[in-house]
């Protein structure tokens, strides 16, 4: 009879525990609701704003799982821009691009994870040089030219080439980002769409005819080859109506102190006026001016394409098999994760495999650096053109790439030894390398070591063991998802877990042992519900809003290498259509030339013609705006005819009236443009921040487009209403170049919903300026509740029962358990059950009673899911659930309404397929790839990575 007593009150004190630990869970949660600050997204922890780019903000953050830092660019979900840039960009893998790692999307944004430039935009850099020495300017040139011939070849263009759209990496190369405007485009196919930013706008383009997009980004090349080499841009006013017209008739001036022959020469060819004289990126990387870099990038990139064209360059190298071995071990679908990386699903998989990849592949060339020094390292060019031998840069390098290979050959045997079981120490010293040869310093000794405990530690069953840093990468995204787990019990109570034992000893919790335990075996069928890190990844997207009494990130912590650049946002001046009707010389007084300000003379003082103080160095908008350019050319104003060109009609510089991008800069944003002024005086041009452009209702012509299909693809994937589509339905564009998407064929209606503000970019910006970091709207916040895709399995009632306390063994409990894990991003079968809903489907009336029911009728609608918080739904929970936190099914509209993308698309179905992305390692899983590694391994050396461009010059 006591023993059942005790039994009884035990059960009670476990009850009254777990009631308890709800309740505290509950109110955190509440409370995180109630804060504004952002601080993850996904297995993201934000650590600091570091830009704004015109339809969003740009966040540093950490990839909690591999602790790799990531940049996050943020985007409202009605952007067709973003899906343009997501779709195009997600299909450039080369070193000179930035690479795109995720994307997360929630019910209004878009996050898209991106590489981490910490070198900032070339734009930046130029300013602080001034000029870019020579040689620096051929690397990164030709780094750029690079990144242009591989998309050129992949039949993409970008049509926003400029200073602003390349970052720098750590290392100082060049990478190509910023995709909004690019479009796939056949040969010599002709395009409409007026895009770009003006003062890199061929002639062409300003002239409003239709263009060749080729063609068009080699012009883009030349301003920006002589904008790093002169420190000034070849055609740039104050007035845009003067660049413009500078653009078409005249030629920039060339320094011949400051330019060589061949510099000048390859900028004039690339400035030609006739589009048909330019010469394609492929001339330009074998032109005189860029080598060696150019013959040798060229030679790469070929290769590259062949293979990308061949099929996948993935899962071929030794380490990746050996990676993807390793993560299967950990209890992760390699499938999965295969099909996540080779469809390009950019979901929270591929985040994961590419930045551990790199991370591994970072050590792995820190242990045994193949290409330590490539000839292409900027660092050592600007070095050895510091050293003033403008040649010994060149033999310098070779000679180090000869090095290098020595190296190489070497760390491939020490990897294939290691394979072999044997011990590389053993293996090393049995060879009896030449010392100089071997081990050039103390600390590749040193990695050495590192590298073949690293790989000892991959053999099969030593996982656990312990091993230098190499296996800390694993130990942490272990702990990592063990800790999110952990969380759920120990973040309240004091600590305490449900079976009494403390926050400190979570590995003897019995419910996360299993659980982890069971991950760890994969491969046996009748534990397929329990792999639990296999379901970490889920499309579910968990954006986290802390409390804002918990710790921010640290400032110490948060690694920004430069200040913060405000961008200048010009407003008036790029309302390009207030621009373009004002643009009408014989109406507009701004435009006309006063008497002594003759246009002819082109040597007219810049200070007479500027309204602002003059400078060499500039700060302008960047902002990206739309116009309401005509691409019909009948409005065209530009057109060049020989009595304009000798006589050019414009300008009456009347300072006051001109809409001038500088002045109306510095105005509005109260940010004088005198201190960037003072750099520089005496030049007698600018580097402006410049706005990019594009045609929003460029008229008949835009829609009967034949070749430009700019409005196809935003119809592919904008998340409009869908009823929207049959009002506004457009004449579908029949013979557009891009992919047919099903309804995504017709043009999408949500441009004419939305072109209103986007033709207003002013108030659009206006409000993104005002927006503080961390500080985001009430929308914002109510999205974030709305993205948890509702995965409940929760019982019907708004009161759960309590459950006894082994919550692991009850079956009801344990599905809640894991409910929680999907929240954490881990998938589950439980929360798959929600699957893809059509915005009909998602409605209250089809709840089952399977989920947690609305109380009352004014549950959010389609659109407008509430979704699982990431703690909120918990057993036992033994009270009302306040009505905004209710669960109902058919709240997964919003991330996965098969409308919003496009249905052949990948993208679509990562944003839709969390449950076939996420099976359980079926028997046919990568077994091959697990019985023999170096079978593959041999093709280690052929593939292309980005080391065989970069260097790790760190
Ligand atoms: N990958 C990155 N690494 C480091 N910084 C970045 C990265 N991407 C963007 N930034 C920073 O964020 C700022 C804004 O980004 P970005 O220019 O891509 O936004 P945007 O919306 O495309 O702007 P715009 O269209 O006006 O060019 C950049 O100036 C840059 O400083």
């Given at each position: 009879m006591n023993i059942v007593m005790?039994v009884t009150?035990t059960?009670?004190?476990e ?6 630990i709800?309740?505290s ?7 995180e609701?109630?804060?504004t600050?952002?601080?993850e997204?996904?297995?993201y922890k ?10 969003g903000?740009v966040y540093?953050a950490?990839?909690?799982p591999?602790?790799r ?7 409202a979900?009605?952007d067709p821009?973003i899906?343009?840039e997501v ?8 070193p000179?691009?930035?690479k795109?790692?995720?994307i997360i999307?929630?019910e ?8 981490y ?6 734009y930046?850099?130029l300013l ?12 990164l040139?030709?780094?750029i030219v690079?990144?242009v011939y591989y998309a050129?070849s992949l039949n993409c263009v ?5 200073l602003?759209?390349?970052l ?5 190369n060049?990478k190509?980002t910023?995709?909004g405007?690019?479009?796939e485009?056949?040969q010599k ?5 007026i895009?770009?930013t ?5 002639p ?6 239709t263009?060749d997009g080729f063609?068009?980004?080699i012009w ?7 904008t790093?080499i002169?420190?000034a841009m070849?055609f740039d ?5 003067k ?8 030629d ?5 102190n400051?330019?060589s022959?061949e510099?000048?020469?390859l900028?004039k060819?690339l400035l030609?006026k006739?589009p048909a004289n ?6 330009i990387l074998?032109h005189?001016?860029l ?5 040798i990038?060229l030679?790469?990139?070929d290769?590259?394409i062949?293979?990308?064209r061949?099929g996948?360059?993935?899962f071929n190298?030794?380490l990746?098999?050996r ?5 299967g071990?950990m209890g992760f ?7 996540s990386?080779?469809?390009k ?16 592949k ?6 045994y650096?193949?290409r330590?020094r ?9 070095e050895s053109s510091?050293s003033?031998d403008?040649m010994?840069?060149?033999?310098n390098?070779?000679?180090a790439s ?10 491939k045997?020490i ?9 590389m120490?053993?293996?090393l ?9 071997m ?6 000794t040193v990695n050495h ?24 990468i694993f130990k942490?995204m272990s702990?990592?998802f063990?800790?999110k ?10 600590g ?7 926050t400190?000893?979570?590995?003897t919790s019995t419910s996360?042992k299993?659980s982890?335990d069971?991950s760890?075996?994969?491969n046996s069928p ?6 639990v ?15 804002k009494?918990?710790?921010?990130p640290s400032?110490e912590k948060i690694?920004?290498?430069?200040p913060?650049v405000k961008?200048?946002?010009?407003t008036?001046?790029s309302?390009?259509?207030?621009q373009?009707s004002?643009s ?5 007084d701004s435009y006309?030339?006063?008497p002594?300000?003759s ?5 007219v003082?810049?200070?007479q013609l500027?309204?602002r103080?003059?400078?060499?160095i500039s700060?302008m ?5 739309t116009s ?5 050319g009948t409005?065209s ?10 006589k ?5 510089t009347?300072?006051a009236?001109?809409?001038?991008q500088?002045?109306?800069s510095s105005n509005?944003?109260?940010?004088s ?7 520089g ?5 600018f580097?402006?921040r410049t706005?990019?452009i594009?045609?929003e ?12 299909s700019?409005y196809?693809?935003?119809t592919a ?5 869908s ?8 004449t ?24 209103a ?10 409000r993104?300026?005002?927006s503080?970091f ?6 914002e916040?109510?999205?974030?509740i709305?993205e948890e895709e509702s ?6 009632d708004d009161?759960?029962?309590?459950t ?10 344990y599905?809640k ?5 999907t929240?954490?991003?881990k ?5 798959d059950k ?5 915005d009909e489907?998602c409605?209250d009336?089809?709840?089952n009673?399977d ?5 009352g009728?004014n ?6 899911a509430?979704n ?6 918990y ?26 993308m496009?249905p052949?698309s990948?993208w679509?179905a990562y944003?839709s ?6 099976h359980?390692?079926?028997?046919d ?5 697990d ?5 593959h391994?041999?093709?280690?050396e052929?593939n ?5 461009f970069e260097t790790?010059?760190?």
């Amino acid at each position: 009879m006591n023993i059942v007593m005790t039994v009884t009150s035990t059960t009670r004190a476990e009850q009254n525990n777990i009631k308890a630990i709800i309740s505290s869970s509950y109110n955190k949660l509440y409370s995180e609701f109630a804060t504004t600050e952002l601080t993850e997204v996904g297995n993201y922890k934000i650590l600091d704003q570091i830009g704004e780019g015109s339809f969003g903000k740009v966040y540093l953050a950490l990839h909690r799982p591999t602790h790799r830092k990531v940049v996050i660019k943020t985007s409202a979900k009605n952007d067709p821009n973003i899906v343009r840039e997501v779709f195009y960009h997600r299909q450039f893998t080369y070193p000179y691009i930035t690479k795109l790692y995720e994307i997360i999307v929630t019910e209004t944004k878009v996050w898209m994870v991106l590489e981490y430039c910490p070198g900032k935009e070339l734009y930046d850099h130029l300013l602080k040089m001034k000029r870019i020495p020579i040689a620096e300017c051929t690397e990164l040139f030709a780094q750029i030219v690079g990144a242009v011939y591989y998309a050129h070849s992949l039949n993409c263009v970008h049509r926003d080439l400029k200073l602003e759209n390349i970052l720098l990496d750590k290392n100082g190369n060049a990478k190509l980002t910023d995709f909004g405007f690019t479009r796939e485009c056949m040969q010599k196919s002709s395009l409409e769409t007026i895009c770009g930013t003006t003062v890199y706008m061929a002639p062409e383009l300003t002239e409003r005819k239709t263009y060749d997009g080729f063609k068009i980004d080699i012009w883009a090349l030349g301003v920006i080859l002589y904008t790093m080499i002169c420190g000034a841009m070849p055609f740039d006013e104050d007035d845009e109506t003067k660049t413009k017209w500078k653009i078409i008739n005249e030629d920039p001036e060339f320094n011949d102190n400051i330019m060589s022959p061949e510099s000048k020469d390859l900028v004039k060819q690339l400035l030609e006026k006739d589009p048909a004289n330019r010469p394609s990126v492929k001339d330009i990387l074998l032109h005189s001016f860029l080598q060696p870099y150019g013959s040798i990038i060229l030679e790469k990139t070929d290769k590259i394409i062949a293979k990308q064209r061949g099929g996948s360059t993935h899962f071929n190298s030794r380490l990746e098999r050996r990676l993807l071995k390793r993560l299967g071990r950990m209890g992760f679908d390699t499938q999965s994760i295969k099909q996540s990386i080779l469809k390009k699903k950019c979901d929270s998989l591929s985040g994961l495999w590419l930045l551990l990849l790199e991370k591994e592949k970072k050590l792995e060339k820190r242990h045994y650096p193949r290409r330590s020094r490539s000839i292409l390292s900027v660092r050592r060019v600007i070095e050895s053109s510091l050293s003033g031998d403008p040649m010994s840069h060149d033999d310098n390098l070779f000679k180090a790439s000869l090095e290098v290979t020595k190296v190489a050959s070497i760390g491939k045997m020490i990897s294939k030894t290691a394979d072999t079981g044997i011990s590389m120490t053993q293996q090393l010293s049995s060879r009896k390398l030449s010392e100089p040869t071997m081990i050039r310093d103390k600390k590749s000794t040193v990695n050495h070591g590192r590298s073949v405990s690293s790989i000892t530690a991959m053999k099969p069953g030593r996982e656990n063991e312990s091993s230098p840093k190499k296996n800390n990468i694993f130990k942490k995204m272990s702990d990592f998802f063990k800790n999110k787990k952990h969380e759920i019990y120990t973040q309240s109570n004091n600590g305490r877990l449900p079976n009494g034992s403390s926050t400190n000893s979570g590995r003897t919790s019995t419910s996360i042992k299993n659980s982890m335990d069971s991950s760890r075996t994969r491969n046996s069928p009748n534990k397929k519900s329990a792999q639990v890190p296999s379901k970490l990844s889920t499309r579910t997207t968990n954006v986290t809003l802390y409390n804002k009494q918990r710790k921010k990130p640290s400032a110490e912590k948060i690694q920004i290498e430069e200040p913060k650049v405000k961008r200048i946002k010009s407003t008036i001046s790029s309302d390009m259509s207030r621009q373009a009707s004002n643009s009408n010389y014989e109406d507009t007084d701004s435009y006309l030339l006063s008497p002594s300000q003759s246009y002819d003379n082109k040597k007219v003082p810049l200070t007479q013609l500027h309204s602002r103080p003059l400078s060499s160095i500039s700060q302008m908008s960047n902002e990206t705006y739309t116009s309401d350019y005509s691409t019909d050319g009948t409005t065209s104003f530009f057109q060049r005819t020989p009595s304009e060109a000798s006589k050019p009609p414009l300008y009456k510089t009347n300072s006051a009236n001109a809409i001038s991008q500088y002045s109306s800069s510095s105005n509005l944003n109260g940010q004088s443009t005198e201190k960037l002024n003072n750099v520089g005086k005496s030049q007698g041009r600018f580097i402006r921040r410049t706005q990019s452009i594009r045609s929003e209702t460029s008229s008949t012509s835009e829609r009967s487009s034949k070749t430009d299909s700019f409005y196809d693809i935003t119809t592919a994937s904008l998340p409009v209403v869908s009823d929207m589509r049959n009002t506004h339905r457009i004449t579908p564009i029949k013979e557009s170049v891009l992919p047919r998407f099903g309804v995504a064929q017709h043009p999408w209606p949500g441009q004419r919903a939305y072109s209103a503000s986007r033709r207003n970019p002013i108030q659009r910006r206006g409000r993104n300026r005002k927006s503080t970091f961390l500080k985001s709207s009430s929308r914002e916040t109510d999205s974030v509740i709305k993205e948890e895709e509702s995965v409940s399995s929760s019982g019907g009632d708004d009161t759960l029962p309590v459950t006894n306390g082994v919550m692991m063994n009850s079956p009801f409990t344990y599905s809640k358990i894991q409910h929680q894990d999907t929240l954490l991003n881990k998938p589950n079968q439980v929360g798959d059950k929600t699957e893809t809903c059509s915005d009909e489907d998602c409605v209250d009336d089809e709840n089952n009673g399977d989920d947690i029911s609305p109380i009352g009728s004014n549950t959010p609608k389609s659109g407008s899911a509430v979704n699982t918080p990431l703690n909120g739904s918990y057993p036992g929970l033994s009270y009302p659930v306040p009505k905004m936190y209710q669960l109902q099914k058919g709240s997964s509209q919003s991330l996965r309404s098969p409308k919003m993308m496009s249905p052949g698309s990948e993208w679509s179905a990562y944003a839709s397929d969390s449950k076939s992305s996420f099976h359980a390692a079926s028997g046919d899983d990568d077994e091959e790839d697990d019985d023999d590694d170096s079978v593959h391994g041999a093709d280690q050396e052929d593939n292309f990575s980005e080391g065989d461009f970069e260097t790790s010059r760190d």
